[in-house]
């Protein structure tokens, strides 16, 4: 069993940064890639980052240069950096990750969702 715990979530002004982490826990053997997903209400869900175990990154184009994914695969965490926020970036934030756990095959497992709010 596997469980993702997200934090960092919040009200910032338009031009603030917010930190998100994310640590995966349980009977895991291996983590492979880790993303940040968000939905925004009224729209689909959409992938904001994503970063492999051996450190390869991609973006969003509505976040690239602004937002910074990275890893510390020792303690099985993910991060997003998010710099010069926008109010097009409120949404629920939601931490993805492909983990296999002992005895068993590699799935996705997601976190609960943290709501950033950015006021204009």
């Known amino acids: 069993q596997v469980q993702l715990v997200e934090s960092g979530g919040g009200l910032v002004q338009a031009g603030g940064s917010l930190r998100l982490s994310c640590v995966a826990s349980?009977?895991?053997?291996?983590?492979?890639?880790m993303s940040w997903y968000r939905q925004a209400p009224g729209k689909q869900r959409e992938l904001v980052a994503s970063?492999?175990?051996?450190?390869?990154?991609n973006y969003a184009d509505s976040v690239k240069g602004r937002f910074t994914i990275s890893r510390d695969n020792a303690k099985n965490t993910v991060y997003l950096q998010m710099d010069d926020l926008k109010p097009d970036d409120t949404a629920v934030y939601y931490c993805?990750?492909?983990?296999?756990?002992?005895?068993?095959?590699?799935?996705?497992?997601w976190g609960q969702g943290t709501q950033v709010t950015v006021s204009s």
């Open positions: 993805s990750a492909l983990i296999r756990v002992i005895l068993s095959l590699p799935k996705d497992y």
């Open positions: 349980g009977s895991i053997s291996s983590v492979h890639a």
């Open positions: 970063i492999t175990s051996g450190g390869s990154t």
